[in-house]
């Protein structure tokens, strides 16, 4: 098979991360006899250094001519005083829009052999395994009007915008369902019904169709109850769906009963049948360079556009099978080994590929046998 990857390193560990992801691509084309290209983009910060705009026009054709887009990270403190304009987010938020990637899928799921690195106790995390469906184009992060201003009385005020359409809520509710059809059969919807009009009107949405999907069973939750039971009973979900704010944050929290932001994938999905991966993790400039990042979060990301835009199964398992491998043999970055000896993201990246290689060899040798 061959596919062209549009890669957008960005800002941070955005290109130490991607680095490792793609030397796991090259890995699984090798075993797998397929070919996959890579071309690079700016995006965010450094495509603010280089060109002027956080998402120049190259990028977004580069992004349209490819199969796939796998994306770093964007942001960092030196471009905090640019004008909102020239905030390297606005690439991220500008990207989604131009390329109308609508449901953000963020998988968590407790690998055993990292149980000990959350900090809840194993037996509220045991058998953890959700996804959280974000919308990703609409509600507050894109509504207008956004700005602050000095009103007559020479007053500082601000004003930020939740607006959406119902049918931005339907097709990703309608996702969130078709999800659980072939999971637990378990949508849970979050809002802020007793408080807000545009979450009155994404319950009603939820409750329309889920009469497409008599299989699934819908449940509603106030996302301040939500944020309580992703901590106290997070394996009673399966699909979590939400407005994009809240999907934002209740991923992140979410995120901690895996131990590490470094452990969390996600996809985003669009109408076209271009998706988009990245790692839930931010671009964390502190530790850029240092050869310390933990990039599974991003090579999880790459097995699940093997999976969802390449239909590459088979290489999917493989490599999320490697990861579980490597963290089973006790091998960890920094931000998981508490204070012990760590793994670089060089060496834990070419621990996945040995594991890779010992998996592949098994199955020739199996397949030699038939």
Known sequence: MKKRIALLPGDGIGPEV?????????????????????????????????????????????????????????????????????????GLLAIRKQLDLFANLRPVKVFESLAGASPLKTEYIEGVDFVIVRELTGGLYFGKPSEQYVNQNGEEEAVDTLFYKKSEMERVIREAFQMAQSRKGKVTS????????????????????????????????????????LIYAPGQFD????????????????????????????????????????????????????NIANPLATILSAAMMLRTSFGLEAEAQAVEHAVDQVLRAGKRTKDLAKGSEHCTTQSITGEVKAA???????????????
């Open 18 to 90: 991607l680095d490792a992801a793609v030397d796991v691509l090259k890995s699984v084309a090798e075993h797998y006899q397929h070919e996959f290209e890579f071309e690079y983009g700016l995006i965010g910060g450094a495509a603010i250094d280089e060109a002027g705009a956080p998402l120049p026009e190259e990028t977004v054709a580069a992004c349209k001519a490819a199969d796939a887009i796998l994306l770093g990270a964007v942001g960092g403190p030196k471009w905090d005083q640019n004008p909102s304009e020239l905030r390297p987010e606005k």
């Open 190 to 229: 979050v809002d802020k019904a007793n408080v807000l009009e545009s979450s009155k009107l994404w319950r009603k949405t939820a409750e329309e169709v889920a009469k497409e999907f008599p299989d699934v069973k819908l449940e509603h939750m106030l996302v301040d109850n939500a944020a309580m039971q």
């Open 239 to 290: 699909i979590i769906v939400t407005e994009n704010m809240f999907g934002d944050i209740l991923s992140d929290e979410a995120s901690m009963l895996t131990g590490s932001l470094g452990m969390l994938p996600s996809a985003s999905l669009s109408s076209s049948g271009l998706h988009l991966y990245e790692p839930v993790h931010g671009s964390a400039p502190d530790i850029a360079g240092q």
């Open 356 to 370: 890779l290689a010992d998996d592949n060899a098994i199955s020739n040798i199996m397949t030699a046998y038939v």
